[in-house]
């Protein structure tokens, strides 16, 4: 009889496998994994990125040739999660739950092992809270107490935009972050193709990056009157053509340059209208903050309407804070965990072309007791 094991092991391991294998008298072949043999993935990340790996384990994990998006989920769903919060006192109150779950203080099974990324959570819901302006439902910005200084750092009111009107420059703010995320992405996916594909097989996504980053590169260098009108007309008519040639005649070489157009037609139609849905679904971090916002600041009133001058009216008015404030971060904290998941999931997974369908590392292991 023979027994035939085959099996994955991280590279660093390679020293101690051999070893192991030459004491234990067997005859075994090794080799270095390939794209082909479909190896199981083991991430590598610093401690901050490696707490939102679980993020990336829900999608699915990578493929062995393509990139692992922790490194860039991590930061954006911070930022996203803090902006639909909104709130920086609800960003101490995470906080502060954080550090009871690692301490063993609070124990919660559904939390068990997230109380480091909860309370990462809550630092970056303080200080973008502190940066929209509000803390339990109270406006910093028209507060007398708040420092000037710090008042000049938040983002708040409304900017006059010619042609448009008057918008929420919250709201701007978070189209503004959509815009880069999608490029970013875009930017992700043409590296990722071209180091998995080779270039031959990624020119489209070429032409579609260089049209909507270069477009938006030569409008706010064109908005901002750091380049010339002259030079705005070459950029535009550089970036039209070289993006027209590899979207419409390049796309896929040696086919038929009128089946390349054909496609090239109905990638743009896909484009066109998924590209604007896409930028439009990060409006709900300015919809989701603002909500939340306001429902404090509702509780706020709602208690100061029942306070009056007598010691027995502070038992309301306390309870009312107590009860409405707690919903309020139950709810917020609610959407601030699903809404930037799935904008991870939808609008930046789609757009850097991540499959996911990857397998996790998952060795032997030995219990002893």
């Given at each position: 009889?023979?027994?035939?094991?085959?099996?994955?092991?991280?590279?660093?391991?390679?020293?101690?496998?051999?070893?192991?294998?030459?004491?234990?008298?067997?005859?075994?072949?090794?080799?270095?994994?390939?794209?082909?043999?479909?190896?199981?993935?083991?991430?590598?990340?610093?401690?901050?990125?490696?707490?939102?790996?679980?993020?990336?384990?829900?999608?699915?994990?990578?493929?062995?040739?393509?990139?692992?998006?922790?490194?860039?989920?991590?930061?954006?769903?911070?930022?996203?999660?803090?902006?639909?919060?909104?709130?920086?006192?609800?960003?101490?109150?995470?906080?502060?739950?954080?550090?009871?779950?690692?301490?063993?203080?609070?124990?919660?099974?559904?939390?068990?092992?997230?109380?480091?990324?909860?309370?990462?959570?809550?630092?970056?819901?303080?200080?973008?809270?502190?940066?929209?302006?509000?803390?339990?439902?109270?406006?910093?910005?028209?507060?007398?107490?708040?420092?000037?200084?710090?008042?000049?750092?938040?983002?708040?009111?409304?900017?006059?935009?010619?042609?448009?009107?008057?918008?929420?420059?919250?709201?701007?703010?978070?189209?503004?972050?959509?815009?880069?995320?999608?490029?970013?992405?875009?930017?992700?996916?043409?590296?990722?193709?071209?180091?998995?594909?080779?270039?031959?097989?990624?020119?489209?996504?070429?032409?579609?990056?260089?049209?909507?980053?270069g477009g938006i590169i030569t409008a706010i260098l064109g908005v901002g009157k750091l380049i010339s009108p002259a030079a705005i007309?070459?950029?535009?008519?550089?970036?039209?053509?070289?993006?027209?040639?590899?979207?419409?005649?390049?796309?896929?070489?040696?086919?038929?340059?009128?089946?390349?157009?054909?496609?090239?037609?109905?990638?743009?139609?896909?484009?066109?209208?998924?590209?604007?849905?896409?930028?439009?679904?990060?409006?709900?971090?300015?919809?989701?903050?603002?909500?939340?916002?306001?429902?404090?600041?509702?509780?706020?009133?709602?208690?100061?309407?029942?306070?009056?001058?007598?010691?027995?009216?502070?038992?309301?008015?306390?309870?009312?804070?107590?009860?409405?404030?707690?919903?309020?971060?139950?709810?917020?904290?609610?959407?601030?965990?699903?809404?930037?998941?799935?904008?991870?999931?939808?609008?930046?997974?789609?757009?850097?072309?991540?499959?996911?369908?990857?397998?996790?590392?998952?060795?032997?292991?030995?219990?002893?007791?």
């Open positions: 009889h023979i027994t035939v094991f085959t099996g994955f092991a991280p590279a660093e391991n390679d020293g101690q496998l051999v070893e192991a294998f030459d004491r234990m008298g067997v005859l075994y072949i090794r080799e270095d994994a390939s794209v082909e043999d479909n190896p199981p993935i083991k991430l590598k990340n610093n401690w901050f990125t490696r707490q939102f790996e679980v993020f990336t384990e829900m999608y699915g994990m990578p493929v062995y040739s393509e990139f692992d998006p922790t490194p860039i989920v991590a930061p954006f769903y911070l930022l996203f999660f803090a902006m639909c919060m909104g709130d920086a006192g609800y960003g101490l109150i995470l906080l502060l739950t954080g550090i009871m779950l690692n301490k063993g203080w609070l124990k919660i099974d559904m939390f068990k092992g997230l109380g480091s990324i909860i309370s990462l959570l809550g630092v970056g819901t303080f200080f973008v809270g502190t940066v929209l302006g509000t803390f339990f439902g109270i406006s910093l910005y028209d507060a007398a107490w708040v420092p000037q200084w710090l008042k000049n750092c938040m983002i708040v009111g409304d900017i006059d935009i010619p042609g448009i009107g008057t918008l929420n420059i919250q709201m701007i703010l978070a189209m503004g972050i959509g815009i880069f995320h999608i490029c970013l992405a875009m930017t992700v996916k043409a590296i990722g193709y071209t180091k998995r594909f080779g270039f031959k097989e990624t020119i489209s996504t070429w032409g579609w990056l260089l049209l909507i980053v007309k070459w950029a535009v008519i550089v970036i039209g053509t070289v993006s027209a040639l590899a979207i419409y005649i390049f796309n896929t070489p040696g086919r038929n340059p009128l089946i390349n157009i054909g496609a090239g037609l109905w990638d743009t139609y896909n484009m066109a209208t998924g590209i604007l849905g896409d930028v439009l679904s990060y409006l709900r971090l300015f919809a989701l903050g603002l909500a939340g916002g306001m429902l404090g600041q509702a509780f706020n009133n709602l208690a100061l309407s029942v306070k009056g001058d007598s010691i027995v009216s502070w038992v309301p008015f306390i309870l009312i804070l107590l009860i409405g404030h707690v919903m309020n971060i139950l709810l917020s904290g609610l959407g601030a965990f699903v809404h930037p998941m799935r904008l991870t999931f939808m609008e930046y997974f789609k757009n850097a072309g991540y499959e996911g369908k990857g397998a996790a590392y998952n060795p032997l292991t030995t219990n002893k007791k």
